[in-house]
């Protein structure tokens, strides 16, 4: 929402506030004020008819004068005020989670990707999608927790899909920030900064890679593994962990592997707060399609 839709926004709430002051004052029951006069009357509407009208005057120095206004015209008003206020969030709300969707990052190919578009292929796989439905379906716990979640195994079993399905879920429905990157992608970036001409500052990168609300790092152990590497996947997976923001983790390596490659206490910290591990372990969608 830009400062101009604020400022509409702000000025349909404060005329929705009148009105139904105003609705309130014509129906509520008339109670006796010291130095106002109040007058009943019936008056003609030209749209609703007859309706009682009541007329409070004080008088001082300047003679005030406030007379209520047709009750169903003021219902009207409002109901139509109330619509535009609804229709003016919806249309912001799709303008968010738009923005949302295109900051994400997320790949052309899973572009479509959702919990029903999946086709588990056995149990474990139905089981692995009931998991991600009850991760995404319990963000708010999952947010105020920090619960990660890792999905490690064969290639092509469908973690980028779920992953994906997540994130759309969150970001659909929390209006959560989600940044979906790959580690080598991430290791550049911070590496980028070590140059002299660089445009930004490590801590900066850091920053953006910490600051989301979920952020989804693919391809875990494809990179080189220099231990450089591994200090600022830590440092990033670390700093979420302190700042209870959930992270979630892809990787092709068997769990043994990757428990080796990123430490058993990334892992640990990874599955506190709710979060888990789980194993893809059947065969490629991919390799089944050959």
């Not at 309130?24 to 007859?50: F, Y």
């Not at 004080?58 to 229709?87: F, Y």
């Not at 992953?163 to 969150?170: D, F, G, L, P, R």
């Not at 850091?206 to 494809?222: A, C, F, P, Q, S």
Request: include cysteine; charged fraction near 25%.
């Amino acid at each position: 929402m830009n400062v101009i839709e604020k400022i509409e926004n702000s000025r349909q709430q404060q005329d929705l506030t009148f009105l139904e002051d105003r609705l309130k004052s014509a129906r509520a029951p008339l109670k006796e004020i010291a130095g106002v006069r109040i007058d009943v009357a019936e008056v003609l509407c030209p749209q609703h008819g007859a309706f009682e009208q009541r007329c409070r005057t004080l008088h001082g120095l300047v003679k005030v004068q406030q007379k209520t206004d047709c009750p169903a015209c003021l219902h009207e008003k409002i109901t139509v005020l109330k619509k535009n206020i609804a229709s003016d969030q919806q249309r912001n709300q799709a303008q968010l989670i738009k923005n949302l969707l295109s900051q994400t990052g997320i790949p052309a190919r899973f572009a479509t990707a959702s919990f029903d578009s999946y086709q588990p292929v056995n149990a474990e796989s139905l089981r692995c999608q009931k998991v991600c439905q009850a991760y995404a379906q319990k963000w708010s716990e999952r947010l105020a927790q920090g619960g990660g979640l890792v999905m490690c195994g064969k290639p092509g079993t469908g973690k980028n899909h779920l992953a994906v399905a997540i994130a759309k879920h969150i970001i659909t429905t929390h209006h959560a920030s989600v940044v979906l990157t790959s580690a080598l992608r991430i290791t550049r970036d911070v590496k980028s900064t070590w140059a002299k001409d660089a445009t930004k500052t490590e801590s900066e990168v850091i920053k953006h890679y910490t600051g989301v609300d979920m952020l989804i790092i693919d391809e875990i152990g494809v990179q080189f593994g220099s231990e450089a590497e591994k200090l600022i996947l830590f440092e990033i997976i670390n700093t979420r962990y302190e700042n209870m923001k959930p992270t979630l983790l892809l990787s092709n390596l068997p769990k043994e592997d990757l428990t080796t490659y990123l430490g058993e206490r990334v892992l640990d910290r990874m599955n506190e707060g709710g979060g888990c591990t789980l194993a893809f372990t059947w065969e490629s969608y991919r390799a089944r399609a050959v």
